[in-house]
C-alpha cells in the first residue's frame, strides 16, 4: 500500500509568509494526489486535486505541484483565515490514504 | 449543490452499537462512491473503506474489518455506517465523503463511547 509522509507536522509562520509543505509517497502515483484543508473544529475540504488543480472557488494563493513520488502545497501569502491542518491524501481505484497532516498557525 | 448531511452526534455505552446515517443530494448518488473516514480526538484523518453505490459493495481499509459495516439505502440516496461492539477507542467524528478523489465532506459525526 502507498504510504504518504508529509513534513513539516508542524509550522508557525506571519501572515504574508509563503509557506511550502511536502508530500511524500512510498511510490510513484503519478498525479493521484489532492490536498485537504481542516479547520479547527470543521470538516475538511477539498483545496486541491490531481496535484495541480485547484477546487472552484479556492483562493489563488493556494496552489500544488508534483508527480511521481514528490508534491508541494504551497501557500503564496499567508493569510489568518489560513490556519488549519492540511493533509495530503492518494487516491487509486481500490485504496485511499492520508498523509499525517500539517497544523500551520500563525507566528 | 452537492450535499453529505450527517446524523447527529451519539453517546454510547461500550459493547452496543451504533449506525450513522450520510444523506446525499444535489447529484447522482449512483454515479460517485462513498467513503469514510475517522478521526480520533486530536488525531488525522484515517480512511476507514468505501462502498460502491451501484452495487453495494463495500471495501474496508486495514483494522476497520469485521466490527464495522457500511451499507446503503438508495431509495433514499443515504449511505449508513454502523460500528458493533463499541469501544472506548472508536470515540471518534466519524465522515462521509464522496468519490474516489474525495471531492465533498459530510459535517461530521461525533461518536462517545463510554460508560
Known amino acids: 500500500d502507498v504510504q504518504l509522509t508529509q513534513s513539516p507536522s508542524s509550522l508557525s509562520a506571519s501572515v504574508g509568509d509563503r509557506v511550502t509543505i511536502t508530500c511524500q509517497a512510498s511510490?510513484?502515483?503519478?498525479?493521484?494526489l489532492n490536498w485537504h484543508q481542516q479547520k479547527p473544529g470543521k470538516a475538511p475540504q477539498l483545496l486541491i486535486y490531481?496535484?495541480?488543480n485547484r477546487e472552484t472557488g479556492v483562493p489563488s494563493r493556494f496552489s500544488g505541484r508534483g508527480s511521481g513520488t514528490q508534491f508541494t502545497f504551497t501557500i503564496s501569502s499567508l493569510q489568518p483565515e489560513d490556519i488549519a491542518t492540511y493533509y495530503c491524501?492518494?487516491?487509486?481505484?481500490?485504496?485511499?490514504?492520508f498523509g499525517q497532516g500539517t497544523r500551520l498557525d500563525i507566528k | 449543490q452537492v450535499q453529505l448531511v450527517q446524523s447527529g452526534s451519539e453517546l454510547k455505552k461500550p459493547g452496543a452499537s451504533v449506525k450513522v446515517s450520510c444523506k446525499a443530494s444535489?447529484?447522482?448518488?449512483?454515479?460517485?462512491?462513498m467513503n469514510w473516514v475517522r478521526q480520533a480526538p486530536g488525531q488525522g484523518l484515517e480512511w476507514m473503506g468505501w462502498?460502491?453505490?451501484?452495487?453495494?459493495?463495500?471495501t474496508y481499509a486495514q483494522g476497520f474489518t469485521g466490527r464495522f459495516v457500511f451499507s446503503l439505502d438508495t431509495s433514499v440516496t443515504t449511505a449508513y455506517l454502523q460500528i458493533n461492539s463499541l469501544k472506548a477507542e472508536d470515540t471518534a467524528v466519524y465522515y462521509c465523503?464522496?468519490?474516489?478523489?474525495?471531492?465533498?465532506w459530510g459535517q461530521g459525526t461525533l461518536v462517545t463511547v463510554s460508560s
Open positions: 465523503a464522496r468519490d474516489r478523489v474525495i471531492d465533498y
Open positions: 444535489g447529484y447522482n448518488f449512483h454515479s460517485y462512491a
Open positions: 462502498i460502491n453505490t451501484n452495487t453495494g459493495y463495500p
Open positions: 511510490q510513484d502515483i503519478n498525479n493521484d
Open positions: 490531481a496535484a495541480s
Open positions: 491524501q492518494h487516491y487509486d481505484n481500490v485504496l485511499r490514504t
